[in-house]
């Protein structure tokens, strides 16, 4: 299929019956997500961060790390002057850019499901909190350019705390791309600031928020188990970014099956134990939760998103639905059911909710018939 040419009917059909029919949509996204918002990715036809990388020959993992902070003030490269230089375009352009409707349409699909939703991106742009999604319902696993933490978080009086920032003023001397001072610096004890991002070799990154958004995200899979408390965490996101960035050429469609536990006795084919059985005290076969995993715009350079959406059609069975123009295989080992699409994810997810709205109205129309129907009566 070509990039340009949008999927058949059929297949508008196809997805969004699937989606209709979920209990629970799991979507993740990576920089791929933000181009029909007019943001470039980091690689790749749409690839666009900052002209001064190219021209100087500096490459985007370069630049995104943590080493930058503790070089000295000054002018042009090999400075933090330089560095925040980069990441003030960064924020300007996540910033005064709105989310596109995608996002609106996701959260109004998962509110809609028996179970919800929740988003998963590798983006640091804030858009998903930003197009009306609760806190709790999304997990930006590298972090957001919205917030800020000490270059040093070991100093003493900073306790590793991060901080919201409501705009970044900066202004920028174009001669030498370098902020002038005075550059952020920590609340707290006065020393170099920076973003609260994942980067590239970051051993100083502060994860609360990550943490945070990780026991949420723990929260919604034991729901969809049907848990009553908690169980054990699969692998961290924050570690398996890090462990991707040790290979940025791999290529989740050469990675070997991961099977999750739970995989080895499904919920709807485990044998029955003493806590499922119902009233009469005998067992109870539990169904099962109709799962839906959207992915959209995740590459393989840093493939988090790619693996964790793979992970979970492992762990909860249900359909993957790949949007990806360069990189849409999906790994056989997944079995079938998954869809690849190669078209512009917005147009897409237009045609899919123009689809749904007929099959909620369908729905609707069946509900009012079963309720207008003559209800039975007893004759003394």
Request: charged letters at 25%; proline letters at 7%.
């Amino acid at each position: 299929m070509a990039a340009s040419s949008l999927p058949s009917p059929q297949v508008i059909k196809t997805l969004a019956k699937l989606i209709h029919e979920a209990d629970a949509l799991f979507i993740g996204t990576g920089a791929g997500m933000g181009v029909s918002s007019g943001l470039g990715t980091f690689r790749g036809k749409a690839a666009g961060v900052w002209l001064p990388l190219k021209e100087l020959g500096i490459d985007f993992t370069e630049m995104s790390n943590p080493a930058w902070f503790a070089k000295p003030r000054g002018k042009g490269v090999g400075t933090v002057n330089f560095a925040w230089s980069f990441w003030k375009y960064r924020y300007d352009a996540y910033s005064s850019t709105a989310p596109h409707k995608g996002y609106e349409l996701l959260r109004q699909w998962s509110e809609s499901r028996r179970l919800g939703g929740f988003a998963v991106t590798s983006n640091i742009d804030g858009h998903w909190l930003a197009s009306g999604w609760q806190d709790d319902r999304v997990m930006e696993i590298h972090g957001s350019v919205h917030f800020q933490q000490c270059a040093d978080p070991e100093h003493p009086k900073c306790q590793s705390s991060l901080w919201k920032v409501p705009s970044l003023q900066l202004s920028i001397d174009p001669a030498s791309n370098s902020a002038i001072d005075p550059l952020p610096a920590c609340m707290h004890c006065g020393g170099m600031a920076r973003p609260n991002v994942l980067m590239f070799d970051d051993c100083e990154w502060i994860s609360h928020r990550y943490d945070e958004a990780e026991e949420h995200y723990q929260e919604f899979k034991n729901k969809i188990h049907g848990a009553h408390k908690a169980k054990p965490a699969t692998a961290s996101l924050s570690r398996e970014s890090k462990a991707a960035r040790d290979d940025l050429d791999a290529d989740s469609s050469d990675r070997p099956p991961q099977p999750h536990p739970s995989q080895q006795q499904p919920v709807a084919e485990r044998k029955e134990s003493a806590d499922d059985t119902g009233s009469t005290g005998k067992p109870v076969l539990k169904q099962r939760a109709k799962v839906v995993v959207i992915e959209i715009g995740a590459g393989t350079a840093v493939p988090s998103i790619r693996w964790e959406s793979e992970r979970l059609v492992r762990e909860f069975g249900g359909h993957l639905i790949r949007f990806n123009p360069e990189a849409p295989q999906i790994p056989s080992g997944l079995g079938e059911g998954h869809h690849s699409i190669t078209a512009d994810s917005l147009s897409v997810l237009e045609l899919i909710d123009e689809q749904l709205k007929l099959l909620r109205s369908a729905s609707t129309s069946e509900e009012e018939k079963g309720s207008a129907a003559t209800p039975c009566s007893i004759t003394m």
